[in-house]
């Protein structure tokens, strides 16, 4: 918190971008296309699905695909990443079961985390899909998410398929005083069966193997399951895609035992060298080998298979990864600019994105106002408020006039 920033004030400059920078995420959204797959469909990881050479027409567009791959086993569309395979998924699957699955693994909202002015990213409604949707939304594209709802997502498969939300503090310690773990509610709201979580971890890891997008990754010691993405960034001046990439890779290990999930997401990337793996990925490795060690999680991979595993990294280190879904963005109509106003938590982007009940109640100004204040018009509200700090309250998220979701908090920070 700064105390010299006036009321109202954002912090720019200094925001953290995990949480307040929503994005078109791209290939790594294919794990909910596929997670959903396997909950409503009978599609299974050996089911060979049909990528066309590498070509396929959608609505009487054309859409070609980074390496001409004839048919794929589903286990193999996600570990190579094909776009034309993640829509002959997502076709399979449906608009409604996918949008289901989209907003279960809590895409749409924001994850609560105890941080000022977190955005809430943006699905669109249903009644706004267009028919090339079910081939755009699969690949990760007329959707916006934050890095931090990535690691949401990776958590439900994690944490054996169950929505947890993140939280900052693990525990309170005085000096000289015990440990004092915080105790949060435990996750209820369960997402994917069983069988899905463990079938999504081993579908998961093979993207780290040979012939997968991030195959010269390696964490020494652990096994890793994880997913890469490059997406385009959409230029709003000239109503363009830009060559320029968002690129991530999200993960978590040991891969039966998970203990750490890290998402790295690097924006304005260039050419193949600004692809997910070979961006995000080098990244990746080091905080999650620092993690891991950190946390004094068990190595679950043996020495001698771990000399095995680093030969032949090292062998796949001059192999091309397979490419993202970098040539695909524009086939549906891109997020508006209104639409990327609501996907950040700004008013005025809220009602012309729809991504809310127009009905539902607007968030009161409560800057320049003392804890008290806050306290006695939340309560006439009814809205639920959480408080930080004391003096007058400086910053709150969401902003004054943003249309309340259901159940959602007004985080309020206070200074003197």
Known sequence: MNEHLLPGERPVGREDLAVVAPFEPGSVFKVVTVSAALETTRLTPDTIINCGGGVTTLFGRVIHDSHPYGALSMADVLAKSSNIGAIHIGQVVGPQNLYDYIKRFGFGHRTGIELPAEAPGLVRPLRRWQPTSIGSVPMGH??????????????????????????????????????????????????????????????????????????????????????????????????????????????????????????VTISGTTGEAGFGASAAGPVFEKVMSTALRRAGVVRDVPEDIEELLAKEKAASRGKDDASEDVDVAALSDPLTEDEMKAARGEPEGAEAAENVDPNAPKVPDFVGKTVKDVMQEAAAGGIEVDLLGSGLARTQQPAAGALLAPGEHIRVVFAR
């Open 142 to 263: 007329e959707i916006s998410v934050t890095s931090l709802q990535l690691a949401q997502l990776g958590s439900v498969i994690a944490n054996g398929g169950y929505l947890v939300h993140p939280h900052l503090v693990a525990w309170e310690q005085a000096p000289g005083g015990p440990k004092q773990v915080i105790a949060y509610n435990a996750p209820e709201q369960r997402v994917l069966r069983p069988a899905t979580v463990m079938t999504m971890r081993m579908l998961m890891h093979r993207v780290l193997m040979p012939g997968g997008t991030a195959q010269r990754l390696h964490v020494a010691g652990y096994s890793i399951a994880g997913k890469t993405g490059t997406a385009q960034i959409f230029d709003f001046a000239h109503h363009v895609y830009t060559h320029r990439y968002n690129a991530s890779f999200m993960g978590f290990g040991p891969v039966q035992n998970p203990a750490v999930i890290v998402v």
